[in-house]
């Protein structure tokens, strides 16, 4: 048995030294012009190297490099390689001191996407300091701080760079501010920093809403009286009605409230707000306000669902006061009513401003499902 092992021995060292060999020719035969190959054969180190190298030789300038760099590596990630696209860029970095937006910002999104929130601040951290750079740096720094929920870190950013801040990134800090605000303890902290989210973005119906919020709850009822009007010019959200209610009912003026009530519904017809109004208000509300209700609703192609809703719901309060009716048309409003995301279609039942899906602010909408 023994010898038999020994014979077999120096067969197996010969087999593994064949193989050896074939590997280390087709290798060399791979790796003959890294640059004409797909970018699927970055899979090692060495792979990488080579193909820096050839880049280099082919790029006539930095910024040719830098974009070819984005190129590869983007196809990299849309490969699921994306640990072989970090590494590439990583070393392009190193090598050649590379400073480019585009390439930081890339690695910087990689880096968030893994939830290596740390490394992806400080590679965005650096192109802060100039002033060509900034804008590029403001959005991917942004996306670090929601997932970390630093809004103090959004607020400076803000305070020290808003003259570099894009329109979308403006709306997404003034939501950042605004989260910041809701962990105040005093309505006058909360007042002051939601100043700043308006002034990011002034049509920010959510800061109008919380601000007056606050000023209701410090008696300052003429402003929030204006934010309202403000955020029922800009948005049908039934929220601005749930605040005016409030506010009218320290004002005491029940009608003025009920006639702005029908106006909103009228003029911004959409189920949320129609939804309110019937079950605060059906007993104020005669057959013309329906049938207005119901006719702006077709005008705006509200669903034909929703119409019934109100049809059904207004028979109900009118002509039967049947305690089992009404509970199977809550029922009904319950089972089919849903936030959907207008951004990626995400269904929740309860409403945030924030889409606990793809992360867009200001995307959740009631719908019928
Ligand atoms: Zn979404």
């Given at each position: 048995?023994?010898?038999l092992?020994?014979?077999?021995?120096?067969?197996?060292?010969?087999?593994?030294?064949?193989?050896?060999?074939?590997?280390?020719?087709?290798?060399?035969?791979?790796?003959?012009?890294?640059?004409s190959?797909?970018?699927?054969?970055?899979v090692?180190?060495?792979?990488?190297?080579?193909?820096?190298?050839?880049?280099?030789?082919?790029?006539?300038?930095?910024?040719?490099?830098?974009?070819?760099?984005?190129?590869?590596a983007t196809?990299?990630?849309?490969?699921?390689?994306?640990?072989?696209?970090?590494a590439?860029?990583?070393?392009a970095?190193?090598?050649?001191?590379?400073?480019s937006?585009?390439?930081?910002c890339?690695?910087?999104?990689?880096?968030?996407?893994?939830?290596?929130?740390?490394?992806?601040?400080?590679t965005?951290?650096?192109?802060?300091?100039r002033?060509?750079?900034r804008?590029?740096?403001i959005?991917?720094?942004?996306?670090?701080?929601?997932?970390?929920?630093?809004w103090?870190?959004?607020?400076?950013?803000?305070?020290?760079?808003?003259?570099?801040?894009?329109?979308?990134?403006?709306?997404?800090?003034?939501?950042?501010?605004c989260?910041?605000?809701?962990?105040e303890?005093?309505?006058?902290?909360?007042?002051?920093?939601?100043d700043?989210?308006?002034?990011?973005?002034?049509?920010?119906?959510?800061?109008?809403?919380?601000?007056?919020?606050?000023?209701?709850?410090?008696g300052h009822l003429?402003?929030?009286?204006?934010?309202?009007?403000?955020a029922?010019?800009t948005s049908?959200?039934?929220?601005?009605?749930?605040?005016?209610?409030?506010?009218?009912?320290?004002?005491?003026?029940?009608?003025?409230y009920?006639?702005?009530?029908?106006?909103?519904?009228?003029?911004?017809?959409?189920?949320?707000?129609i939804?309110?109004?019937?079950?605060?208000?059906?007993e104020?509300?005669?057959?013309?306000?329906?049938?207005d209700?119901?006719q702006?609703?077709?005008?705006?192609?509200i669903?034909k669902?929703?119409?019934?809703?109100i049809l059904?719901?207004?028979?109900?309060?009118h002509?039967?006061?049947?305690?089992?009716?009404?509970q199977?048309?809550?029922?009904d409003?319950?089972?089919?009513s849903?936030?959907?995301c207008q951004?990626c279609?995400?269904?929740?039942p309860?409403?945030?401003?924030?889409?606990p899906?793809c992360?867009?602010?200001?995307?959740?909408?009631?719908?019928l499902?």
């Amino acid at each position: 048995m023994i010898e038999l092992l020994f014979l077999l021995l120096p067969v197996a060292a010969g087999y593994g030294w064949i193989m050896g060999r074939n590997s280390e020719r087709s290798r060399h035969r791979h790796s003959h012009n890294p640059s004409s190959r797909s970018s699927s054969y970055l899979v090692s180190d060495e792979y990488i190297h080579e193909y820096l190298k050839s880049l280099k030789g082919k790029a006539t300038d930095l910024d040719f490099f830098c974009r070819q760099l984005v190129d590869t590596a983007t196809s990299l990630v849309r490969q699921g390689k994306v640990d072989t696209a970090v590494a590439l860029v990583e070393q392009a970095i190193k090598d050649e001191k590379i400073s480019s937006p585009d390439v930081l910002c890339f690695l910087a999104k990689q880096y968030t996407a893994m939830g290596l929130l740390a490394r992806a601040e400080n590679t965005l951290l650096p192109l802060l300091k100039r002033s060509k750079s900034r804008a590029h740096a403001i959005g991917p720094l942004l996306r670090v701080y929601q997932s970390l929920k630093t809004w103090t870190n959004s607020l400076s950013l803000f305070q020290e760079h808003s003259d570099d801040f894009r329109s979308d990134d403006l709306h997404i800090v003034s939501h950042h501010i605004c989260e910041y605000a809701n962990h105040e303890e005093t309505s006058a902290q909360k007042s002051s920093l939601l100043d700043i989210a308006l002034g990011a973005a002034p049509n920010n119906v959510r800061a109008m809403l919380e601000k007056a919020q606050c000023e209701i709850e410090l008696g300052h009822l003429n402003i929030a009286q204006e934010l309202l009007s403000a955020a029922r010019r800009t948005s049908g959200l039934y929220r601005i009605l749930e605040l005016e209610k409030a506010l009218y009912h320290q004002l005491n003026e029940p009608d003025d409230y009920l006639s702005i009530l029908i106006q909103f519904t009228l003029d911004k017809p959409n189920l949320s707000a129609i939804l309110f109004m019937l079950d605060n208000y059906h007993e104020q509300l005669n057959i013309e306000h329906i049938e207005d209700i119901l006719q702006s609703c077709q005008q705006a192609s509200i669903e034909k669902e929703a119409r019934q809703l109100i049809l059904r719901w207004y028979i109900i309060t009118h002509f039967e006061e049947s305690h089992f009716l009404r509970q199977m048309v809550q029922h009904d409003l319950e089972k089919h009513s849903a936030y959907r995301c207008q951004n990626c279609g995400f269904s929740t039942p309860s409403f945030s401003w924030n889409c606990p899906s793809c992360n867009q602010w200001d995307t959740l909408h009631l719908k019928l499902i």
